[in-house]
């Protein structure tokens, strides 16, 4: 037991040496802010049923904070998209683009839905994307 206590010692030392961070908390600083973002395809309906549908997009990738919104603004007036549908999406570095899906909820069967999407920083700052007003129909 005397002769393991020094062993152990000197392992946990260069293990402190050599590793000073652990991997899982080395974080990749956020990527530069996009000076313009536009969509490169859609928006457009991924699915609908009665009660919900699926609106998808792609952009350029927005940088700037990693966490990120796909927003859709919508209404069964072209006019006056005051309902607000989002989700969340964590950008990866790594890709020049983001594929944004968004859930409409709630919605009323058998109904024109018309749309337009947009994507925001969490703190509700626009990447300033916007698309032309679509629509879609559920079910």
Same mark, same amino acid.
């Given at each position: 037991m005397k002769k393991l206590l020094p062993?152990? =010692?000197i392992a946990f030392?260069?293990?402190l040496l $050599?590793?000073?961070k652990p991997i899982g908390a080395q974080l990749i600083?956020? =990527?530069k802010k996009a000076s313009h973002v536009q969509i490169t395809e859609g928006p457009s309906l991924e699915s609908a049923q009665d009660t919900w549908a699926i609106i998808t997009w792609t952009s350029n990738n927005p940088?700037? !904070?990693?966490?990120? $919104?796909g927003v859709v603004h919508y209404g069964t007036d072209a006019k006056d998209l005051s309902q607000t =549908?989002? !989700?969340h999406i964590r950008?990866?570095?790594q890709h020049s683009y983001t594929v944004f899906r968004v859930r409409v909820l709630n919605l009323q069967p058998h109904t024109t839905y018309y749309y337009t999407v947009d994507s925001m920083n969490p703190d509700g700052t626009s990447d300033g994307v916007k698309s032309p007003v679509k629509q879609f129909a559920t079910r």
């Open positions: 062993v152990l =010692a030392t260069m293990a $050599f590793c000073p600083p956020p =990527a940088g700037g !904070s990693d966490e990120h $919104f =549908a989002k !989700s950008l990866n570095q």
